[in-house]
C-alpha cells in the first residue's frame, strides 16, 4: 500500500521567518517544526524549551480541589484509615502507589486495591468498597477511574465510606455524588490543562494537602518519578504541564533511591541515569501494564511500594515473566488480528476497523488494536468473549478523537470509556455487526478521501547538509516526545543510494545514502521494510534517486556519535 505523505499546515507562513531570526538564525527545518507546534512567538519558545516548576499551575484551580484537600488533610489530622483504589494500567498503578506513599509518610494506615481486569472490570468496584470498610477506612480515594461510576458512588456513599475521586477521563451526563470530584474534563472544572494523567491528578491533590497542612508544596516533588511514568505511558499530551512534569521526572528517575523502580530498571535493561523516553514508553511501561494485563495489577503497585532491594526484585521478576508470556500471547494474536483485518478490507471500504475473535486474550487487546491501527491507519477495536459479552478496546489515529466516535455508537454499546486515542468497552455480541458498520460510517463522516486512510504528517523537508552540531543539539530540547508533540518528522528527498543491506531475514533495511554529489553520506535504518529490498536495490544500481521520512537519532557505537536516519517510510523520488 502507497502511503501518502501530508506536509503539516502553517498558517502564518511569516511566523517561520519570524522564528528563524527570533532564535538566531536558526536552520528553516527546524523553525517550521516549532510553527506546526504553535511555537511562534520567543515568549512561547522559552516557555517550551525551558519550562520550570515556576509554571505549574495551582492545584486549587481545579474544581473540588479544596474540598478534597481539606478532607484528606482532617484524615491525617484524625489518624483516619484510609483505602486507595487504582487501576490496572500504568497510569492507575502509579497514582495508587503515588497516594499510598504520600498519605503514609503522613503517619496513615493506608491500604490500597486494585481491581483485576477479568473479574472485576474496569472502574470502581463493590468488590473494593467492601475491603475498604473491611480495613476499616472511612475515606475512599479513587484514581484513574470512577468519573462514570454512579452507582457504585452511591453505593460507597450508602455504606458511610467518603469519596474522593481523581480521574483524567472524559466525563459522562451525570457526575457521581462524592465528596470531591477531581476531573480536568468536568464541563465546570476551570483547571486550565486538561491533558494531566490520573497520576498528575493525584500529584496536584497531595501538593493542595500539603498546602492545607501548612507545609511546602516542593515535598511533593518526591513522587514525580511516578508521574513521569504514568505521563510518558499514558498516552497524555506531552505538552503544558505534562512536559514540565515528565521532564523533571526524568530527572528524578535518574537519582532515585525508590528499590522498586531501581529493579525494574535493571530487569528492562535500562540506564536510569540516561533515561530516555523510548524506555519509558518502550520498556518500563510494558512491564508495568503486563503486571495487570497478564495476572494482578496490585504487583506493579507492590513494587513501587517495595522497602528494600530484595523485595522489589522479586517483584521485579514477576513482571518480567508477565511481560514475556504477554509478548508470546501479543504475537500470536496480532498476527491472527492482522489477518482478519486485511480479509475485512478486501471485502468492503472500512474507516475504522472492529475485529473479533472469542479466545483472543482480553489482556492484550489495547496493544493489539495499536498495532493493527498503526498498520492500516486506522481508528482500531478489538474484541473478546467475556461472560457472553464482546469486551475489548480501541486505539485511534491522531485525526480521530476514538471516544467521541463512540459517544455516538453509544446505543451499540453497554459500557464504554477513555479519552481521544484510547478506549474500552463492552457490548451484546448480537450488536457486533452493526456496531461494525455504524462505527466506519461514524469515523468515515469526520475524515476527507485525502485523509483515508489517514497522511503520515510530516514536518518539514530537510537538506541534511544544515544538520550540525547545534541543529542536533536545538533538536533534542524538543523532547520529550509523544502524543501532541511527536518526534520531529523530515522528507528528505533526492537520496542516491550508496549501499543496501537486508536484515534480520529480510524484514528490515539498512541503506546509505548522500543527498547531493560529494556531500556526506548518512546510514538510513528502515524497520519493518524489508519487503522494498529488490525495489531499492533496483533504485541503486539504475541510480534511481529515492526518499525517506524519517525521525533523526544520534547513534553510538565505541564512543562516537553518528547521525542516523531512522526511516518510516521510504519510496522512489517522485
Known amino acids: 500500500m502507497q502511503n501518502h505523505w ?26 517550521r517544526t516549532l510553527v506546526v507546534r504553535g511555537i511562534d512567538t520567543f515568549d512561547k519558545a522559552r516557555r517550551f524549551f525551558r519550562s520550570s516548576t515556576e509554571e505549574l499551575l495551582d492545584p486549587h484551580l481545579m474544581q473540588d480541589m479544596g474540598t478534597a484537600s481539606n478532607r484528606v488533610a482532617r484524615a491525617v489530622r484524625d489518624g483516619e ?37 477479568f473479574k472485576h472490570g474496569y472502574g470502581l468496584h463493590t468488590d473494593g468498597i467492601e475491603a475498604a470498610i473491611r480495613f476499616g477506612s472511612t475515606l475512599l480515594i479513587v484514581v484513574d477511574c470512577g468519573i462514570t461510576d454512579i452507582d457504585e458512588a452511591a453505593y460507597a456513599k450508602s455504606k458511610g465510606i467518603d469519596l474522593i475521586i481523581c480521574d483524567h477521563h472524559k466525563v459522562g451526563d451525570v457526575v457521581p455524588v462524592a465528596v470531591a470530584v477531581l476531573d480536568p474534563h468536568r464541563p465546570t472544572c476551570p483547571y486550565p490543562f486538561k491533558g494531566l494523567s490520573a497520576c498528575g491528578v493525584a500529584f496536584k491533590l497531595s501538593q493542595a494537602v500539603l498546602q492545607e497542612l501548612g507545609e511546602s508544596v516542593d515535598a511533593a516533588y518526591e513522587y514525580l518519578d511516578l508521574v513521569a511514568l504514568a505521563t510518558a505511558v499514558d498516552v497524555v499530551p506531552l505538552k503544558g504541564e505534562n512536559r514540565i512534569l515528565l521532564r523533571l521526572g526524568k530527572s528524578k528517575m535518574s537519582c532515585t533511591k525508590r528499590p522498586g523502580l531501581q529493579s525494574l530498571a535493571t530487569s528492562a535493561r535500562v540506564s536510569l541515569a540516561s533515561l530516555k523516553d523510548a524506555d519509558l514508553s518502550f520498556k518500563l511501561g510494558p512491564r508495568i501494564n503486563a503486571a495487570g494485563r497478564m495476572g494482578d495489577a496490585a504487583d506493579a503497585v507492590r513494587l513501587f511500594l517495595a522497602e528494600t532491594p530484595e523485595e522489589a526484585d522479586w517483584l521485579a521478576a514477576l513482571l518480567e515473566q ?5 509478548k508470546a500471547i501479543t504475537a500470536r494474536i496480532v498476527t491472527q488480528a492482522l489477518q482478519q483485518a486485511d480479509e475485512e478490507l478486501r471485502k468492503t471500504t472500512r474507516h475504522a476497523l472492529v475485529l473479533y475473535r472469542a479466545d483472543w486474550h482480553r489482556g492484550v487487546s489495547g496493544i493489539v488494536a495499536s498495532r493493527v491501527a498503526d498498520q492500516y491507519r486506522r481508528p482500531t477495536v478489538v474484541l473478546s468473549l467475556a461472560e457472553g459479552f464482546a469486551v475489548g478496546s480501541a486505539r485511534s489515529v491522531a485525526s480521530v478523537d476514538i471516544h467521541a466516535a463512540l459517544k455516538l455508537c453509544a446505543n451499540q454499546l453497554i459500557t464504554f470509556g477513555g479519552h481521544s486515542q484510547a478506549a474500552g468497552m463492552s457490548m451484546d455480541i448480537e450488536n457486533l455487526d452493526t456496531f461494525r458498520d455504524l462505527l466506519s460510517d461514524v469515523v468515515g463522516e469526520r475524515m476527507t478521501s485525502e485523509q483515508m486512510p489517514p497522511a503520515i504528517e510530516y514536518d518539514a523537508d530537510l537538506d541534511l547538509g544544515t544538520v550540525d552540531g547545534r541543529f542536533r543539539k536545538v533538536l533534542r530540547q524538543f523532547e520529550p516526545f509523544g502524543h501532541s508533540n511527536p518526534e520531529p518528522l523530515f522528507a528528505c528527498r533526492g537520496l542516491e543510494i550508496l549501499d543496501l543491506w537486508s536484515l534480520t531475514n529480510g524484514k528490515h533495511l539498512k541503506l546509505r545514502i548522500r543527498q547531493k554529489d560529494g556531500a ?18 533496483a533504485a541503486r544500481q539504475n541510480h534511481v534517486p529515492v526518499e525517506v521520512l524519517c525521525t533523526l537519532e544520534e547513534n553510538v557505537w565505541r564512543g562516537t556519535k553518528k547521525l542516523q536516519l531512522n526511516a518510516k517510510d521510504l519510496r522512489l523520488s517522485r
Open 322 to 326: 508477565a511481560n514475556d508470556d504477554r
Open 520 to 537: 556526506r553520506p548518512h546510514e538510513v535504518i528502515a524497520f519493518n521494510h524489508g519487503e522494498k529490498f529488490e525495489t531499492m536495490q
Open 81 to 117: 484509615r484510609v483505602t486507595v483504589y487504582g487501576d490496572f494500567d500504568a497510569d492507575g498503578t502509579t497514582a495508587c502507589a503515588l497516594l499510598v506513599h504520600f498519605l503514609r509518610a503522613k503517619g496513615l494506615n493506608v491500604d490500597f486495591f486494585v481491581p483485576c481486569r
Open 6 to 31: 501530508a506536509l503539516r499546515e502553517v498558517e502564518d507562513l511569516d511566523a517561520v521567518t519570524r522564528m528563524r531570526h527570533l532564535l538566531g538564525d536558526l536552520p528553516e527545518a527546524l523553525a
